[in-house]
């Protein structure tokens, strides 16, 4: 399962971007393992966005 911490670094952001992308080119794009690196890497991202308008 993933979890969200409160502080999400560009680090994590791009390392799970790198995951998401070797997933998709060793199993393809629609794999349901790459679709959810692709949600991890969302979630990952609302936080950022979210954080940045408080």
Known sequence: ??????NVSAYEI???RNE???????K???????LN???QLDKLI???MIKSYK
Request: contains cysteine; proline residues 0%.
């Open 1 to 6: 399962m993933f979890t969200l911490k409160e």
């Open 14 to 16: 791009e390392k799970k």
């Open 20 to 26: 998401m992308i070797k997933m998709g080119i060793e």
């Open 28 to 34: 393809g794009l629609l794999d349901c393992s790459t």
């Open 37 to 39: 690196l692709s949600e």
């Open 46 to 48: 609302n936080a950022v």
